[in-house]
């Protein structure tokens, strides 16, 4: 492969980095494929020990956590005594089943593991004695940013394809190829391009246009089947739901990957089009509209070229799987960027309740992320379960600051070079 064949190939694929919520893999069974990325990436690795010397590539602004800036606990003192921090524990307690092995979180995981059941002051207590305060920053310098909501929405469901269940939900395809470029620019930490191969190129996965297509080009492919488009557009947004059978079963479903494209709302293009106003566009009006308009429905579905993948979850899971790989908790966990929040770190919230100015201000995990959510103060609050959750997590697009909580002698990553 040439050097410019490379330069294109990564140029192609620099629009459609986008983060994963779980390390799920899933490599292709045609050995002349994996053949065919092998030979790429180790070409890609090459290039960038050999012949990107003498090329200027552009330098990372900003190192992994540097948005955050240490400050004094009086900061948040008061409010986080109003707050019931023990209810933040288990969610804790569960993030530090998977910190404890990491050598920055091991002291305070392992004094985490010694209290039971703590009372609220015993849990600021704790935090006082094991990690320093820092207050989240944006990159520009300001310190409040956009707080949405999501939840686990409930959608009924079938195994099987009928005529009153016939929207699928896909699970990884086989074809689905994931390019890790990380050691090439350590500034995509936590990026990766998908694609698959056609021939000996790795071209673009198709869009939710092209998988949406009467040849049904993902057939084989189906998790479950659910009886409503909509409902199943925002199942993926949320990245997680549970299925109701008609026998009254349910099973729990989850991120399992995506198709390499970037989201694109929804919402805006029906703005854009003179569909919804700016002023009302939610997640309830987008059904309203929807209800109403269900021939023009695909083509603004459509407008998000983003698919994302399912995987059923065991049973008896308390709630959802984030990103730090354990059940989150409602209104106790909350998803991240993870270039600028550890992820599983204690955060404290400040911000209101959906569409209203009565203070919401909580001890919470950072316990998963999102493709949508970017930037230093930006993060989106775990409702629960169920249509009450779903009501105000729609509703939710708040102004608010995070402050975020880490060991002392906590090992802050060296800016990139």
Not at 69 to 90: C, F
Request: aromatic residues 10%; hydrophobic residues 35%; proline residues 5%.
């Amino acid at each position: 492969m040439t050097v410019k064949k490379i330069l294109l190939t990564i140029l192609l694929f620099s629009s459609l980095i986008s983060c994963g919520q779980l390390n799920v893999q899933n490599s292709c069974n045609c050995e002349s494929e994996k053949s065919t990325i092998a030979k790429m990436e180790a070409e890609l690795i090459e290039l960038r020990k050999s012949q990107f010397t003498s090329t200027k590539i552009p330098k990372k602004t900003f190192s992994e956590y540097s948005l955050l800036s240490k400050t004094n606990w009086e900061d948040i003192e008061e409010k986080l005594q109003k707050d019931k921090a023990s209810q933040a524990w288990p969610a804790w307690i569960h993030g530090c089943k998977k910190l404890i092995k990491k050598d920055d979180w091991k002291v305070s995981c392992e004094a985490a593991m010694n209290l039971s059941s703590p009372s609220d002051k015993e849990v600021i207590n704790y935090l006082y004695t094991y990690f320093d305060l820092y207050k989240a920053k944006n990159k520009d310098g300001s310190s409040k940013g956009l707080i949405t909501g999501y939840y686990q929405p409930l959608l009924k469901g079938s195994r099987t394809k009928t005529t009153k269940y016939k929207i699928p939900l896909y699970t990884p395809p086989l074809d689905l190829i994931t390019v890790n470029l990380s050691e090439i620019y350590p500034e995509l930490k936590y990026k990766r391009l998908r694609g698959r191969v056609e021939g000996n190129k790795l071209i673009p996965y198709l869009t939710r246009k092209e998988i949406a297509k009467n040849n049904y080009p993902l057939q084989g492919n189906e998790l479950l089947w659910v009886e409503n488009s909509v409902e199943s557009f925002f199942l993926e947004i949320q990245g997680s739901g549970i299925i109701k059978f008609e026998d009254g079963s349910t099973t729990q479903v989850g991120y399992a990957d995506q198709n390499g494209h970037p989201y694109r709302s929804m919402g805006l293009a029906l703005i854009r089009e003179g569909e919804l106003k700016r002023h009302k566009v939610s997640m309830q009006s987008i059904k309203a509209w929807a209800k109403k308009n269900k021939r023009k429905l695909q083509k603004f579905l459509n407008a998000n070229p983003s698919t994302v993948f399912f995987r059923e979850l065991p049973e008896g899971l308390p709630g959802p799987i984030g990103a730090l790989g354990v059940p989150i908790s409602s209104e106790r966990s909350i998803a991240i960027d993870r270039r600028f929040i550890p992820l599983g770190a204690p955060i404290f919230l400040s911000t209101t309740e959906p569409n209203s100015d009565i203070s919401l201000e909580k001890f919470m995990i950072a316990q998963d992320t999102g493709g949508a959510i970017n930037g230093g103060v930006r993060a989106d609050f775990y409702w629960g379960q169920g249509k009450s959750a779903g009501a105000k997590a729609g509703k939710m697009k708040q102004s608010g600051e995070i402050w975020v909580m880490l060991p002392k002698k906590f090992s802050f990553p060296k800016m990139q070079k």
